[in-house]
């Protein structure tokens, strides 16, 4: 690439003739023909370096060669979505999304480099002229060692990757992360809502302090008399005491025509900051002293859910402690779509971006719908709303007051 | 102003070469200014640049001479800070300015103060037109090593030969030990030293790259410990190798070196043998701080509760044991003994288990009890070695040992 501030001789003579290009040092060149020429002081702009083929630029900042720029963006094509792994139990969330950048970038940095950037040199040397010694230029084109990889570093330091609805470090299942413009899709699916599936493994007869099987001993008890109707019948009441609680926390007058479409598309769910709500729960398999339960909730946590099933265990009049956690899909992610650990390569994380694409598209426009629909409920049932507000609003004013003083 | 036209005129006499005395005849003539005789006196090009400014000219350029690669001072006297960022150009022409006879000075004053400044489209001969270079000027200080490797023979050299200068950069001040040096004077007699000792051209790159101090140590110093180590019975090939994997060895001294190989002796209670092997296999071991082989020595035998000779036939096996991280060694053991319940003797006989995740091992052996065939003691049948559970890759573990396919091993994973 020639720079626009040369002479328009020197591009003339250079393009008939095929220059060499090696990574021989820099002194001894001998290679390449002599170019015999009248020399003019540089009239361009300050730090003009006419005799280089380099575009002109400050000397700091060296911009990438096309060719690189272009092989950066090939690279990070099909890295721009979200995708589910598969988090193993005993392991921080936060661990393993920097596990899945850096093995990301790994793979990355690793790819093909295009060739390093050239640059054509006018390098004198001593000659055996007519009248003794003489100095002349001659042009090689050389590699520019401030574009090497060896110098310049890796060309990917970092990836944006960010974490969906995390697990805490005892529980496992899909997790869903988004990279690159994915996570603006990751915005978009916390505002939408969506419920999410737990299989839950408890076991009777034991109570500890943080409701899991690896706290403290607070209590054994027996639990021979727990039946499967018992568990039913419990599971049952939870589930009606959710589902009255998810009615009143989506605002919404069931003596509506609106309130009868949503109800037979299934979207009726409160569509802004709720405490945690069970949408469905049933058991799987109960052997006692293990049962396990599936959950279907919205704005849970797993510590919640831990406590959900010690209070099984209090209704039963027993106890009850939960042995595992293990999230099956979370709003349109299942397990068959999460990666294992031994699955986190560039490859297969393109091909699951690619195919949860639509899914997640037609799903989050859904939603959307929904979340128009219920704002326009909003003002429509402002009354019956801003009566609930009102009674907190009051409180919390009366508290502050009350601080204040 | 006319105190750094001054400091220039001084430079300029202080470069010997016989293009001075020709330059200056020149100036005389041409009426040409200056010449800059090194790009780094940034500062005072600028200076000087706007004095002509003021004085009417309208296109003046730096331009400088073409003796900068044949004379020495390009690499060895001016040095560029590349960590501080600051080099206060009025102690570099000082430092310069020491360097002046006192005849020539009179002489460019004269020449200073005649001469008129010239114009950029005069006529100029042939070999002065060659000698022009306009590069671009050298930043003073910078961050990077990125800024001069163009520029400079040294690292221009090192970065062909493999060294990473980007890693090599992030060191405390070793980017600035790069620029001060020579390639020809200083770092040639040592690569051919350490390709001496065994260190292979592939190889150089890399040993540079972690440890680029060993360019400013003695030659007298390298040799002695070299001496030292071949004294205590080490063969050229293990010497070679402990130098090449352990990058560092090299630059502790004799005493240090001595000290160490005694801690090993004596508080692992090893043979000389033992400890000659122990040490050629991790190099590492004597380049690190002691601190933590300590702890772990101490871990291994209270804590895990191993007996004496358990734990030096352990070490003698996976010496990475005594750099490993306690908890994790710990956590590794709890499980193996307490969860899949192997007894000590048999962990002693695998010490593998000991350097692979918790999270494979946990995963591998949920399997193996799911499909009931966990079983590690050899003398019931079907017995499954713990070196094998540990060391196979997936597929082979699963058809093999597990003898079942890696689907469904998948499968049992995604319900763990």
Redesign the interface.
Known sequence: MLGTARPLYLARDLSSRDLPGTGASRSACSRGERFHRRTQLAEAHGGAHWGSGVVDEPVRWRFPSAIAMAAGRAARTGLNGLFAVYKPPGVASIRVRDTVETLLLKELNSLEQPAVQQQVRFLPTTVEGNAGKELTLTVTRLPVLAAHPLVRGPEFTHLKIGAGHRLDTKSSGVFVLGVGHGNKLLTDMYNAHLTRAYTVRGLFGKATDDFSDTGRLIEKTTFDHITGDKLERILAVIQGTNHKALLMYSNIDLKTQEAYELAVEGLIRPMEKTPPLITAIRCLQFAPPEFQLEIQCLHETQQYLRKIVHEIGLELKSTAVCTQVRRIRDGFFTLDSALLRTHWNLQNIRNSIKDSKIKVKVGLQRSLSHQARSGKRHTDMDQVAESELHSTEGTSASDLTHKMR | MAFWARQISIWCSSVKTSYVANSIQRLRKTHRTWMQLDELSVLSLLCTDNHFLQRGLK?Y?P?SL?SR?QSTNSSNGQIVSSESNLLSPVNHDQEQAEVIPSSDTKTLYEVWEDTPPSS?LEEIS??E???????????LG?FT???Y??RS?T???L??L??????VEKRPKAGQLLLRLDFEKDIRKRLLFLKDVGVEDNQLGPFLTQNPYILAVDMEALETRVAYLKSKKFGKEAVARMVSRAPFLLSFSVERLDNRLGFFQKELGLSVQKTRDLVVRLPRLLTGSLEPIKENWQVCQVELGFRRNEIQHIVSKIPKILTANKRKLTETFDYLHNVMGIPHHILTNFPQVFNSKL?RV??RHMFLTFLGRAQYDPAQPSYISLDKLVSMP?EVFCTEIAKASVKDF?KF????
């Open positions: 296109t350029r331009v073409r690669l950029a042939e070999e037109a060659v000698q022009i270079v306009a590069e671009p000027p050298l930043p910078s090593l990125k800024d490797v163009d023979e690292l221009s050299k970065v062909l493999g060294v990473d200068l980007s890693k999270l946990k995963e997936d998948e994973l995604k319900t763990l």
